[in-house]
């Protein structure tokens, strides 16, 4: 039964109460669109009261900022790191690689949400969402560029990098995750193959594939 009165919840349950609601909004805007969806439709799904769903919710629009940028702050943070960290260029890239398609698989609805619905933000909001998606364009980047001036990486640059992003962001069309190959599976397949077009002759030679290639299929 619906409830409008989200003054009773322990801090606790108004947590949970929140992300099942970020998780079936999601669900929902990712099904029928953020424009398709209404709050009345949102709120009989959550099982909450029109109070109670702006109490946990703020605005429609909040939600959509949440969906969006949530994952792409924690891949920033991840990304951050990983170039930071003392490893050659290759396996900075193959981690990041792992960890992005980790996270399509395990937050399919938010990052269709994330693709689709971008542009239906304005002002600070939207703002917030392009600066998190540029900067970890710019980690890919930077990764890619440093590969080149160490000498592990033929060509580096903005054009080679939204190719190797597009190539992985374009998997939320398709992956299954609960299909037979785990995400960091892929991510290694994917490596692999960008590995060997971007290596140096010599580089190449240091850097064999991760495991044995694709099983087929």
């Known amino acids: ?50 109070g109670g769903l702006y109490h946990h919710m703020g605005s429609k629009e909040d939600l959509l900022v949440e969906i969006s940028v949530r994952h792409v702050r924690d891949m920033v943070e991840v990304g951050e790191s990983i170039l930071a960290s ?29 693709f689709h619905e971008v542009n239906n933000l304005k002002g600070e909001a939207r703002a917030e969402v392009v600066e998190k998606r540029d900067r970890f364009e710019a980690i890919w980047r930077a990764v890619i560029d440093e590969g080149v001036e160490q000498g592990y990486f033929r060509k580096g640059g903005g054009l080679v990098t939204k190719g190797l992003l597009g190539m992985h962001n374009y998997s939320y069309v398709w992956i299954d995750p609960d299909g037979r190959l785990k995400p960091e599976d892929i991510a290694d397949d994917y490596c692999d193959l960008i590995l060997r077009g971007l290596l140096t002759d010599s580089a190449l030679a240091s850097f064999e594939p991760a495991r044995e290639p694709a099983r087929g299929g």
């Open 1 to 50: 039964m619906a409830t409008d009165d989200p003054t009773t919840e322990s801090p606790r349950r108004r947590t949970d109460q929140r992300e099942r609601l970020l998780h079936t909004a999601a669900q929902l805007f990712a099904d029928k669109g953020y424009h398709g969806t209404g709050v009345a439709e949102l709120g009989r799904a959550v099982e909450l009261g029109r």
């Open 86 to 114: 003392d490893e050659a260029p290759p396996e900075k890239l193959r981690a990041l690689s792992r960890r992005l398609m980790r996270t399509i698989a395990e937050n399919l609805a938010e990052v269709t949400v994330f």
